[in-house]
Structures are given as structure tokens and as C-alpha cells.
């Protein structure tokens, strides 16, 4: 397989919308936070409104506010992670799961609490911290195997004539 940025970036954009609906899907077999607790995507959003156009995200917005950042940045990542393994093949060891440990790191493990969008993972209970750590590996798994499936299909010689930019 030759290196390809741009075929990493659409493999991986692929893979992170798997990502996200493997996370989504663990999320509804074991939440990661109550049911009445606004997630941190929603804490920043009301932040973002407020800030520039005044007032909260209304309450019939916020499914969809808080689905499309869901999505997004999920989507997001996965792009990233997959032009990062076209450039640096050692991002691929641990099928994924060092992506998923490095997401909850740099999000709930760490900003987030920071920016007051959630507590600290030692002030959640257990249940939900397992929960959201859990989500963020399985995300990484699925990314992975994803990825390297879709990267595959991406060096037929059609797919490749398609997506050269020269």
C-alpha cells in the first residue's frame, strides 16, 4: 500500500462515522451520564450562543445541536487519525485502541473538566466514567478496523484514478 494522505483522510472520515455510531450505540446500552445532566457538547454550545448572539440553544434545538457536534467531531477525528496513519504507520499499533485512550484524555480526561463543561472524572460516579471510557475505546477500535478495511478498498486502481488530484 502506498502512502496517501487524501485516501487516509476519506478512510478515516468514513471510519469515524462508524466510530461515532459504535459510540452512540455503547452509549445506549450504558450511559455516560444521567439522563437530566446537559452533555458537554450542549454546556458549550449555550456557552458559544450566549456569548455571540445571546441567550441558551432553545430547548427543541438541542437534540440536534447536540447530535450534529456529536457527529462532527467524531467524523473530524476520524479524518485526522486517518491522515495521521498514512504519515506516522505506528499510529496504527493497538488497533485503535491508543486513539480511544488519547480522545478521552485530551476530552473528558482533561479540557473539558477545564472548561467547566463537565466534572473531573474523580468527582463522577464510577458507572458513568467507565462508561465513557469504555465508549472512547470501542470509538477507537472501531476506527481502526474501519479504516484499515475501507484504506484497502482505496488501492483498486479505479479508486485510486478517482481520488489522484494531479
Not at 506516522?88 to 482533561?110: D, E, F
Request: glycine share 10%; aromatic share 8%.
Amino acid at each position: 500500500m502506498t502512502q496517501n494522505v487524501w485516501k487516509g483522510l476519506l478512510a478515516g472520515a468514513i471510519a469515524g462515522l462508524v466510530g461515532t455510531a459504535v459510540k452512540t450505540l455503547w452509549e445506549e446500552f450504558a450511559p455516560a451520564r444521567p439522563e437530566d445532566t446537559t452533555s458537554p457538547p450542549l454546556v458549550l454550545a449555550d456557552r458559544v450562543k450566549e456569548q455571540t448572539v445571546g441567550g441558551p440553544v432553545p430547548e427543541s434545538s438541542k437534540p440536534i445541536v447536540e447530535q450534529s457536534i456529536h457527529w462532527a467531531f467524531g467524523t473530524g477525528i476520524g479524518a485526522l487519525y486517518g491522515a495521521v496513519a498514512e504519515l506516522v504507520p505506528q499510529a496504527q499499533k493497538g488497533a485503535g485502541s491508543p486513539l480511544g485512550l488519547a480522545l478521552y484524555g485530551a476530552t473528558h480526561g482533561s479540557v473539558l473538566p477545564m472548561l467547566n463543561a463537565e466534572p473531573w472524572p474523580l468527582q463522577r460516579p464510577a458507572k458513568f466514567v467507565s462508561s465513557e471510557f469504555s465508549g472512547h475505546i470501542l470509538y477507537g477500535l472501531a476506527v481502526e478496523i474501519t479504516r484499515r478495511k475501507v484504506r484497502e478498498l482505496l488501492d483498486d486502481r479505479d479508486i485510486q484514478d478517482t481520488l489522484s488530484f494531479s
